[in-house]
């Protein structure tokens, strides 16, 4: 609902949406979009469940990728500058699928645990003034269950990969776009590999996503396995970005790069590289998901607003930077965050298994 009025505020003020729009969707409403969505994923999921219904979740939500830039990709191909009432058509199409989703959410079922809590509460009548300082007492708790995450070891360590997807999630949504429309050698076609770009990289998600979250069965070291893939896939296309996209493209609006690729730039290879950067996104976003979903059982939602709190902080982070900093370093950045945070997710995950261990043995 909340991002349906976001739409319905923006609509008239098209000039403004863009200077808004990279702080709101990292830190704002989105965020508690997904942390609802992760914690209703794990109310309904258990341990030999949470990796098939993560990856159902993660396919079905980056098919919005392909669709929505087909939709931009079809429609102003042909365009050489795009009018506000372009815009206008584009968000009113946002607006209506954005109201129907919320709908849908009152055809959803209700989680073991709030079938239980219902049938208890069934015959008590409870007054408003009760159930708001409940609600109040319940809100506090969280927080304080939230700042109380933030000091453990486990999401100490796992902060560095949930920092990692902020980075690489800033960079294939709104850098790199960026720098394949700013690459002169691919000539007049340059804009419109934007949205191709767009529809490869969620092309690679829902792969990653359906492959890793319903063909491989659920395992201590499959997590792991996915991860590492996930980082080499991801280490694979900054290198070959570093080779075949000028330097300075993040930087230049209105002007040609100036600096010159290491290797002549390929339609192919840039195509390949969205594809890697979705492929490798899902194969972090799915097992953080799952990882999360096992550790914090009882704890869901603390833990995914602390997942998508870090993220989101870095996202907006990268968003800030990306426009001031040459393609190598934000690269360089990358790389070094996303061996680290692969090197933290493996000690978790070494450690849940080496307890599981022992609570088997007991």
């Known amino acids: 609902m909340e991002f349906s009025l976001w739409l319905i505020y923006w609509l008239p003020l098209l000039w403004l949406y863009w200077a808004h729009d990279s702080l709101c969707s990292s830190v704002g409403f989105f965020t508690v979009l997904w942390t609802a969505q992760g914690t209703f994923l ?19 939500l980056q098919c919005s990728m392909l669709f929505g ?17 372009d815009r206008k058509v584009m968000f009113i199409a946002l607006l209506v699928t954005s109201v129907l989703g919320t709908l849908s959410f009152l055809i959803l079922r209700k989680s073991p645990l709030q079938e239980d809590l219902l049938s208890e509460e069934e015959g008590q009548p409870l ?34 990969c949930m920092a990692y997807t902020g980075l690489e999630l800033s960079f294939y949504s709104g850098v790199y776009g960026t720098c394949i429309g700013a690459t002169a050698q691919f000539g007049d076609t340059s804009k419109a590999l934007i949205g191709i770009s767009g529809i490869v990289v969620g092309f690679g998600e829902i792969v990653g996503g359906g492959l890793f979250g319903l063909v491989l ?22 290198y070959l970005i570093f080779l075949s996209i000028p330097d300075d493209a993040p930087l230049v609006l209105d002007t040609d790069p100036l600096h010159t ?12 590289c969205s594809f890697l950067l979705g492929l490798g996104d899902s194969c972090f976003n799915t097992q953080l998901y799952s990882v999360l979903g096992c550790i914090y059982m009882d704890q869901s939602a603390p833990a995914f607003a602390v997942f998508k709190f870090v993220q989101s902080v870095f996202a907006a982070t990268a968003f800030f930077y990306s426009g001031y900093v040459l393609l190598r370093w934000q690269l360089l950045l990358m790389v070094v965050l996303g061996f680290t945070g692969t090197l933290c997710f493996f000690v978790v995950e070494r450690s849940q298994h080496s307890a599981s261990l022992v609570h088997r043995e007991l």
């Open 42 to 60: 794990v109310e309904n999921s258990d341990v030999s469940t949470i990796n098939w219904n993560t990856g159902i979740f993660w396919a079905l």
């Open 69 to 85: 830039n087909l939709y931009v990709y079809l429609d102003w191909k042909e365009k050489t500058e795009i009018s506000d009432q």
């Open 127 to 160: 007054l408003y003034k009760q159930s708001t300082t409940s609600a109040l007492t319940d809100a506090k708790t969280e927080l304080k269950t939230v700042l109380c995450l933030f000091r453990t070891k486990t999401i100490v360590l796992l902060s560095f």
């Open 217 to 238: 069965k659920n395992s201590h070291f499959r997590r792991m396995s996915v991860v590492f893939f996930g980082m080499v896939v991801h280490f694979v296309a900054f």
């Open 261 to 272: 690729p290491y290797t002549p730039p390929s339609v192919f290879i840039a195509m390949l």
